[in-house]
């Protein structure tokens, strides 16, 4: 199981929770600015504590510095719902992960292809690299990673996504991540401009889509209301 995504899974299920009970009790006002609060408080004890595993103490960090900057502007509550929710659709069961096979990024690259970008698998990326291709948007992949890093699933035509996977990209990456999140990929970005492929950026896909950090979320994606 990956401990990330279970800890961030915990952090957000249980703030929500908790502040649900604290609403219900009356001890904290169903408000924008007695929620934040609540949330901002409930952050710092939590790091005090040491609640949760080390590997979200990023995350944990990063909100309480967004509290304490930008006070109850920082609409903790609003991301809480809109991260859960997005857990919830895109990873709904621990238990059963699905896995990242070879037909997900098939799907990534045609639909990028049918909105203008161009891709290209075809060499393997053991160096810098420059690669033009037509167009500004475009996907890069190594073919080594593309041949080597997907493995049989039994009774399936469908290979099964073994180990990290990169993703070069140049262009909107917006559109990208929304296009990724479309087929059933989570991205998780590493840079936006620099890598060892020229003017691209770098992503990363894993298995199960479960990496050991937060992936992007579009822009787009709604906040529960």
């Known amino acids: ?3 990330y995504v279970q800890q961030i899974r915990s952090v957000l299920d249980d703030a929500i929770g908790e502040l649900a009970v604290a609403h219900e009790s009356k001890k904290v006002a169903n408000t924008p ?3 934040t609060n609540y949330l901002a408080r409930w952050i710092t004890n939590s790091i005090k504590k040491q609640r949760y595993d080390s590997c979200v103490a990023k995350d944990l960090i990063g909100w309480q510095k967004m509290a304490r900057s930008s006070g109850n502007s920082s609409a903790l509550y609003t991301e809480f719902l809109r991260l859960q929710s997005f857990y919830q659709q895109l990873l709904p069961s621990m238990e059963e992960l699905q896995p990242v096979t070879d037909l997900h990024i098939n799907q990534l690259l045609d639909r990028l292809e049918e909105a203008g970008w161009s891709w290209t698998n075809e060499f393997e990326i053991t160096g810098k690299n420059q690669v033009f291709t037509e167009g500004k948007s475009s996907v890069v992949m190594c073919a080594k990673e593309c041949e080597e890093w997907f493995e049989a699933i039994d009774g399936s035509e469908a290979e099964r996504l073994h180990k990290p996977i990169r993703v070069f990209v140049r262009g909107d990456h917006q559109q990208f991540i929304e296009t990724a999140m479309q087929v059933g990929l989570l991205v998780h970005k590493q840079s936006d ?3 060892v492929i020229k003017y691209h950026g770098l992503y990363w896909v894993f298995p199960e889509n ?6 992007e979320i579009p822009n787009a994606f709604p906040t529960p209301v």
């Open 210 to 215: 479960c990496g050991k950090t937060r992936p």
């Open 33 to 35: 600015v007695s929620n």
């Open 193 to 195: 401009y620099k890598s």
């Open 1 to 3: 199981m990956n401990i």
